[in-house]
C-alpha cells in the first residue's frame, strides 16, 4: 500500500523498489503475515511511473526453477505464470568447433528447467502486489539522503518533495543496485574484474518458432544467448545477449539492421531458420563486482549492490532471490526468538547459510566466462572434454541441470 504517513521507526525499510527489494519485502510480508514486521519500502521512482524503474527494463531474465519455487511460496506465482515462456531445452554448442550438449526438462523431470520473462512484465507483477499488500508500505518517490548507525539499528533521512524526515529502522536492507551511492556513503569498497566486454541486448524475430528451446552458443569474443519468448503479433521471438569487445559493440550498436542481420546470422546460424527483424539494440558493460561487506550491525546489501555478475549463466537475479529467501528465513526466526532483526547474529547466521552458494555461482559464472572468451588451445581442449562430458554422462548432465535449475542440495 502507499503510506500516507511515516512512523518514527519501522522493523525493516527495504532501500530501492526493484526486482530484488520488492521480492524481498513482499516475501517478508508473505512469511511474517501472522506475527507481523513493520515493513517499509522507499523507492526513488514515483509509483505511478514504475515502469521507468531501472531494474524494470526491456530486458529479459531467465528464472530458474528455484527461482519459481520461491515465487510460489510468495503466492505471486499464479500472476507471472501466463506472462513467462517455458525453457524445456538448452542447447549449449561452441562455435567452429567439435562438442556440444543438450539439457532437456523430460530427463530431468520438471515441467521447465527455466522461464523467461521480460523484466517490465515481472516488474509490473511485484508493483501491483506492493499496491495491493496491506503490510508493505510504498513511499515513492523519495529518496535516502542520510543513513547512520544508531543504538537500535539504523537512522535514516528520508528525502521526498523537498522535505526532509527522520526515522529509525532495525534493519535496512539494501537494494538500490550496483551504483549505490549509499554503499560509497557508508564506506563499503567494492572488488570489481572488467571483463573487458559488452553484452548486445535486443529481441529478434525468426522464422521458425523457438519450441521452447534456449540456446547458449560460445564464441572466441564471448557467449552469445538466445532465450524463447513469448510470441508478439504473431512473430517467433526471442530474447538476444550477445557478448561482444568494446570495438565489435560500437560496430553492432552502429550499423544498420542488415548488416547486424548478417552478423548474427554467421555467429548463431540457422537454427530457427531466417532472422526476419531486429528490435531496439542497447548494450551494457560487463564485469564481476563485489562487495567487501554484506552485512553491518543493522544492515544488509542485496542484489547487485553485493554482487553483480556476467550474465553468461543467468545467475544474477536468482541468486539474489535465494539470497532473499534465505535472509527472510533467518527474520522469521529473529521475530520467533524475539531478537532484533537487525541483529549481528541474525545477519551472520543468513551470510553462513549463503555464503557457499554466493562463492559456487561467482566462481562457475567468472570460470565460464575465461574459458569460453578466447580461442587458445588449451581452453579449446577443455571446452570439447566439458562439452564431451555432459553429453555422456548422464549423472554429470543431471548435477549440471540442478545447478542451473537453481535447486541446491
Known sequence: MQAQTLAAQYDVVVVGGGLVGASFALNLAQQTRDS?????????????NFDQQPSFDSRSTALSFGSRQIFETMKLWSAIAPLVEPIVEIQVSDRGHFGRTTLSSAEQGVEALGYVIENRELGGVLSEAMQASSVVNLLAPA?????????????????????????????????????????KNLGIDQTQTDYG??????????????????????????????????????SNRGSLVWTVSELSRAELLSCDEEIFRSRLTQYFGERLGRILQIGQRVAYPLSLTLAREQIRP??????????????????????ALRDSAALVHQLVSAKAQGVSPGEMKILQAYLELQNQDQSESVLFTDQTVKLFSNDRWAQRAIRKLGLLGLELLPSVRSRFAQSAMGLKP
Request: aromatic share 4%.
Open 36 to 48: 507481523g514486521y513493520s515493513i517499509l519500502v522507499v523507492e526513488a521512482v514515483d509509483s505511478k
Open 143 to 183: 529518496k535516502i539522503s542520510q543513513i547512520k548507525p544508531c543504538q537500535s539499528g539504523m537512522e535514516l533521512t528520508l528525502a521526498r518533495d523537498e522535505q526532509l524526515t527522520r526515522l529509525s529502522a532495525k534493519l535496512v536492507v539494501l537494494a538500490d543496485g550496483g551504483r549505490s551511492s549509499i554503499c
Open 197 to 234: 566486454q559488452h553484452a548486445i541486448i535486443t529481441n529478434v524475430a525468426f522464422e521458425k518458432p523457438h519450441l521452447g528451446v534456449a540456446f547458449e552458443r560460445f564464441t572466441e569474443s564471448g557467449p552469445l544467448a538466445v532465450l524463447p519468448l513469448a510470441d508478439f503479433q504473431g
Open 298 to 319: 543493522g544492515l544488509v546489501l542485496l542484489g547487485n549492490v553485493a554482487h553483480t555478475l556476467h550474465p553468461v549463466a543467468g545467475q544474477g537475479l536468482n541468486l
